[in-house]
C-alpha cells in the first residue's frame, strides 16, 4: 500500500498518511491539540468518548465423550481407614475414662451452704464417691440433695479430673410453728425444716396450729398453715414497723398479733402485700393503747383502742356524686 509524506503535526513530528488510512492522531486532533497548546479550554463535549477494552479468555473446549472425573473427590481407603481407626480410639478411651476410676471423684466441694448443711449434703451424696464424673446420674444426685429438708435447691458442677462441686440453696425459715409442746421451724415455701426447741428464733413468728396438723421435716404444709406463713413470710428482713408475736387464722381470716399488743387484721388472704403495705405505713401513726388496726378493706384502715372493728364493706358501686 502507497504512503505519502505526511504533514507535520502539531508537535512538530510528521505523519506518514496512506490513502486508505485514517488521518493520524495528531493531523487528525491537530486543531484540538493546537488549542491547548496555545493555552486555549477545550469543552467537556468535544473529546470523543473512550472505547472500553475488553479481554477473552478462551475456555478449552471438552473434547467429545470426556466426562468428569469424580474419582480424585472420593477419599482413599487408607484415609477412610485412618479416620475410623481415630474415631474408634476415641470412643474406646471414652469408654474406659466412664467405666473405670480415672475420673472418679474423690472431692466434693460444697458452696452456699453452713457447715452442718454441708455435712449433710456430704453424707447423702456418699454413694457417688469413687464413681465417674462422666457416668454421674446428675437428676439422681439433685432429687437426693433437695430431699433434705434443710434444702431448697442444688446445682452441680463436673471439676475434672476428681471434684464435684455442689452449690446449695438452702430454705429460708420464717415461722416457727407450735403444735402442743413441739415446735418445728418452718421455710417461706411452707417447708418444715426441722424441730426445734420451743424458746428457738425469738425473732420469728409463731403459728399455732391443731394436734391433727400433720408435721414432719420435709413435709410442705397445706391448708391454712399455708395461708399464715404466706402472710409472716413477706415481712421477715423487710423491715415491718413490730415484731409479730403470732399469727392466726380463724374462719380464713388472718390476724397478726404484735410483741406490742396490736393486732393487725388483715382478713381474707387477698391482696396481701398491699395489706401488709398499708399497715407499715400506719402502724407508726397509731396512738398509744391502740388495740387492733384492721386492713381488711386496704382502701380504709381503722385503728381502735377496742377489739370490735368497724368496718364498712361497699357490696355495690355507689351512684352518689
Not at 256 to 284: I, N, T
Amino acid at each position: 500500500m502507497a504512503r505519502g509524506p505526511g504533514k507535520p503535526g502539531p508537535n512538530g513530528n510528521l505523519c506518514w498518511q496512506s490513502r486508505h488510512a485514517p488521518p493520524c492522531r495528531g493531523a487528525r486532533n491537530g486543531g484540538e491539540l493546537g488549542h491547548v497548546a496555545s493555552g486555549g479550554r477545550v469543552e467537556r463535549g468535544s473529546r470523543p468518548p473512550a472505547r472500553a477494552e475488553s479481554v477473552v479468555v478462551p475456555f478449552p473446549p471438552r473434547e467429545p465423550g470426556e466426562r468428569l472425573d469424580l474419582v480424585r473427590l472420593v477419599p482413599s481407603g487408607r484415609s477412610l481407614l485412618l479416620a475410623f481407626g481415630l474415631l474408634g480410639a476415641a470412643l474406646v478411651l471414652w469408654l474406659v475414662a466412664r467405666e473405670t476410676g480415672v475420673f472418679g471423684v474423690r472431692t466434693l466441694d460444697v458452696r452456699g451452704a453452713t457447715p452442718g448443711i454441708a455435712t449433710q449434703v456430704r453424707k447423702a451424696l456418699r454413694p457417688a464417691a469413687g464413681e465417674s464424673l462422666l457416668k454421674l446420674d446428675v437428676a439422681a444426685a439433685e432429687r437426693t440433695v433437695e430431699a433434705l429438708p434443710l434444702v431448697e435447691s442444688v446445682r452441680f458442677d463436673r471439676a475434672f479430673p476428681h471434684t464435684l462441686r455442689v452449690f446449695v440453696t438452702p430454705e429460708r425459715p420464717v415461722a416457727v410453728v407450735r403444735q402442743g409442746a413441739r415446735s418445728y421451724l418452718v421455710s417461706a415455701r411452707g417447708r418444715v425444716m426441722a424441730t426445734v426447741p420451743r424458746t428457738a428464733r425469738p425473732r420469728l413468728a409463731r403459728i399455732w396450729v391443731a394436734h391433727d396438723t400433720r408435721l414432719a421435716p420435709g413435709a410442705v404444709a397445706d391448708g391454712e398453715l399455708a395461708t399464715a406463713v404466706g402472710a409472716v413470710a413477706p415481712l421477715v428482713h423487710s423491715g415491718f414497723p413490730g415484731r409479730v408475736g403470732s399469727v392466726t387464722t380463724t374462719g380464713g381470716e388472718l390476724t397478726l398479733r404484735l410483741r406490742s399488743g396490736v393486732r393487725v387484721r388483715l382478713g381474707s388472704p387477698v391482696d396481701l402485700p398491699l395489706k401488709l403495705a398499708v399497715a407499715a405505713r400506719v402502724l407508726p401513726l397509731v396512738q398509744d393503747g391502740t388495740a387492733y388496726l384492721d386492713v381488711s378493706v386496704p382502701e380504709r384502715p381503722v385503728a381502735g383502742s377496742t377489739l370490735d372493728s368497724q368496718v364498712e364493706v361497699e357490696t355495690s358501686t355507689s351512684t352518689t356524686p
